[in-house]
């Protein structure tokens, strides 16, 4: 998947009707989320990704504090990404692909679930809202047909165009995201692409947003699993880690929206502040007196400082040319508009 593909994956519209899908209960062999056979875990801001021993995936998200505006995480799990010769890539139609369907355990209901499908030549994105409600300690059976008059819609194109997306597939995969403030679990299993048979075509994806590029930078599949060393790496020498960068390009949910700097320094002409930014978001620099720290009211817009747009991914400068001494202030930047769409 493209970095543009990765942020588009995060940017449909919510306003979009969910429709319902054929779902049913059935029992499968694993219980609660809590109680998995846990082989492999890491957390990336509010979401944290465990592998489970059964080939499953969970994806939990942090509960909210009610004293902050909540922030509706998505987690976006794309099979077999980069995985060449993976069945779930190429051409759908020659190889008599019909339906999708995976099976997911829920404690609760998400605020927005949808199937994802990208055009590898054409570029274009294919989304399928699907219904999600909480399933206690059972599952829920989830079958789409691959039909573009099953509800797919797009965000380019013509209906037309379904049938050369469908024989180009690139990417295909899940986005779920947080409803509501709540701590909540979602566990996905038997993600299969099937014939009209309904026989399984190839065996269950591998559903990961970050394995890949931290293999091909660390050796590693996890965070947790990097070295002292490999978390320090900063190769283009701006203060972001490269772990961090890599993170900020697949998580969402990495950055927070309002966060204090970690960087303050003296300037020639002022004091220069920095802080880890998203390549297209735009933030607003607020500054306070350092004795009024505690006080969320005593933050004000600093001159200059509103409407940052980050032109890239990295540790972003600002020079704040109204301070004066760098102990006298304490900065807060809140992020007012994430990473465009058409982000690179």
């Not at 940017?11 to 082989?39: D, M, Q, R």
């Not at 980069?82 to 069945?87: A, C, T």
């Not at 190429?90 to 949808?114: E, K």
């Not at 009024?292 to 980050?310: E, F, H, T």
């Amino acid at each position: 998947m493209t970095k543009k593909q990765r942020s588009l994956f995060r940017s449909f519209n919510a306003s979009i009707l969910t429709v319902a899908l054929v779902a049913t209960l059935s029992a499968i062999p694993y219980g609660a989320a809590a109680a998995l056979n846990e082989l492999d875990a890491r957390s990336e801001g509010r979401v944290e990704y465990v592998s489970n021993a059964d080939g499953s995936l969970t994806v939990n998200f942090a509960a909210q504090s009610l004293n902050a505006p909540p922030r509706f995480t998505r987690a976006a799990l794309a099979a077999d990404e980069n995985v060449d010769g993976s069945p779930f890539r190429g051409d759908y139609i020659a190889r008599g692909v019909a339906y999708l369907s995976f099976q997911v355990q829920a404690d609760a209901t998400p605020g927005s679930a949808r199937l994802v499908l990208f055009g590898a030549d054409s570029g274009r994105i294919w989304w399928r809202n699907v219904d999600i409600a909480p399933t206690g300690d059972g599952s829920m059976s989830v079958s789409v047909p691959l039909s573009v008059n099953d509800m797919w819609d797009r965000n380019s194109g013509t209906a037309a165009n379904w049938a050369a997306d469908l024989a180009d597939v690139d990417v295909i995969g899940l986005e779920i995201q947080q409803g509501g403030r709540d701590a909540q679990s979602y566990t996905i299993a038997g993600f299969v692409i099937r014939d009209r048979s309904g026989a399984a075509i190839a065996g269950e994806a591998e559903l990961s947003p970050l394995e890949r590029d931290l293999l091909d930078a660390f050796g590693v599949a996890t965070v947790n699993a990097l070295s002292i060393q490999q978390r320090l790496l900063d190769s283009s020498g701006d203060g972001m880690a490269d772990w961090e960068r890599i993170l900020a390009e697949h998580d969402d949910a990495f950055y927070l929206d309002i966060f204090s700097v970690r960087k303050i320094v003296a300037a020639d002409d002022g004091v220069q502040i920095r802080w880890p930014a998203v390549k297209g978001s735009v933030y607003d620099v607020h500054r306070a007196p350092i004795a009024s720290i505690a006080d969320p009211n005593a933050y004000q817009p600093v001159s200059k400082g509103v409407g940052l747009v980050a032109a890239a991914t990295h540790n972003m400068p600002f020079v704040d040319e109204t301070a004066q001494k760098v102990g006298d202030y304490i900065y807060r930047v809140i992020r007012v508009q994430k990473n465009s769409a058409m982000g690179e």
